[in-house]
């Protein structure tokens, strides 16, 4: 009989317990928390129009033989370099997806008490924050929970909502079908980067795919508060998705915030930090934020997916024979807990694995 094994991540990364902004949010405030505010963010440039120089790959089109394999394969290739980000479309989880959005969006309208059955416990899985590392910190204008997804031997079904009823179900397919999306992506990279398949396999035999909700109650002060502070991801790609129309994701690209105005049924795809040091810096992760709305709550769906636990993650050997490489090996439940265990700040913990040649 197989022996079922739970992802302990109570060693990875925990965070502190803060109030539940939703609630916070319902009560009409007529003052926000001070550890909210945060009257810099009104100095960031943001370039308004930005959002149609984002890269669109259509997937449909990364299949060997299709008339446009090679230019889509060469856009693919441009905006993993240029940008670290594309919007994706044409990728057969439609279904999957407005499922998962249903499911997602009832179970943050349950009352508070209900939602509180998920509550994280001694880790980071669950109902509750990220990345409050002390009591005096300023904190995000969000909610969220953390799911891990897979493998689903690692699944703690404790954290898994019951209510609504299509939750688990939405996101047992949800999870099944962006697995096979991250997968289809790794393989164009490989071929786009020059290297072998089975040179990232290795990384991701067992990917840990971890599935976090977020919420972003609507704020009387949305010029002053953040919904997410700015990062990048620790994994090797994010797959998101967003519930309803509001708009919220920011990406940086020259010193500059540029909005993103999701396509209809399309899966934003950033690259991450593993990637970026698995592509010796061929391709960049894309540092990005959320803010918020001062009328309507924004809701969005990212999809993490993480190299093996016990993996080491370094510059791929076919793409460090020429050039040096710039980041150190690093075992990724090493690289996990730094990241999972910093206040976010930019890219600050790729940063710390760089080579300085």
Same mark, same amino acid.
């Given at each position: 009989m197989e022996t079922k094994v739970i992802i302990d991540i109570r060693d990875v990364g925990s965070s502190l317990p803060v109030a539940n902004v939703q609630e916070l949010a319902s009560k009409n405030l007529k003052e926000i928390p001070h550890r909210y505010i945060r009257p810099e963010i009104r100095a960031d440039e943001v370039l308004v129009n930005g959002s149609s120089q984002i890269p669109v790959i259509d997937m449909s089109k990364l299949v060997a033989g299709n008339t446009e394999y090679e230019t889509e394969m060469s856009n693919l290739h441009q905006a993993c370099k240029d940008w670290g980000f594309f919007q994706l479309i044409n990728h057969g989880a439609i279904t999957e997806i407005e499922n998962m959005k249903v499911a997602a969006d009832g179970f943050f309208k349950l009352p508070l008490e209900e939602k509180m059955v998920y509550a994280q416990q001694d880790g980071l899985e669950g109902y509750g924050h990220a990345f409050v590392m002390s009591e005096? *910190? +300023?904190l995000d204008w969000n909610d969220m929970i953390f799911i891990c997804s897979a493998p689903e031997s690692g699944r703690n079904m404790k954290f898994w909502p019951n209510n609504p009823t299509s939750f688990r179900p939405s996101l047992d397919e949800y999870s099944r079908q962006l697995h096979k999306i991250f997968i289809s992506l790794v393989q164009s990279m490989a071929t786009n980067l020059g290297v072998e398949f089975r040179e990232f396999v290795n990384m991701y035999l067992e990917c840990a795919q971890g599935i976090t909700m977020n919420y972003y109650p609507p704020c009387s002060l949305a010029d002053q508060v953040m919904g997410f502070t700015p990062h990048s991801d620790g994994s090797m790609l994010t797959l998101l998705v967003q519930v309803? #129309?509001? #708009? %919220?994701? *920011?990406?940086?690209? &020259?010193?500059?915030?540029?909005?993103? +105005?999701?396509?209809?049924? !399309?899966?934003?795809?950033?690259? !991450?930090?593993?990637?970026?040091?698995? &592509?010796? %810096? #061929?391709? +960049? &992760?894309?540092?990005h934020r959320a803010v918020v709305n001062s009328e309507k709550e924004r809701i969005s769906i990212a999809g993490f997916h993480n190299p093996s636990r016990t993996a080491t993650i370094s510059p791929l050997p076919g793409l460090v024979k020429e050039t040096a490489a710039k980041y150190k090996a690093v075992k990724f439940e090493d690289y996990a807990k730094m990241f999972l265990n910093s206040r976010l700040n930019g890219k600050s913990t790729l940063d710390a694995v760089k080579i300085c040649n």
């Open positions: 005096d *910190q +300023k309803g #129309e509001v #708009e %919220g994701l *920011q990406i940086r690209n &020259s010193g500059k915030w540029i909005p993103i +105005k999701p396509l209809p049924g !399309a899966i934003i795809v950033n690259i !991450a930090d593993c990637m970026e040091i698995m &592509s010796n %810096g #061929e391709y +960049k &992760s894309i540092e």
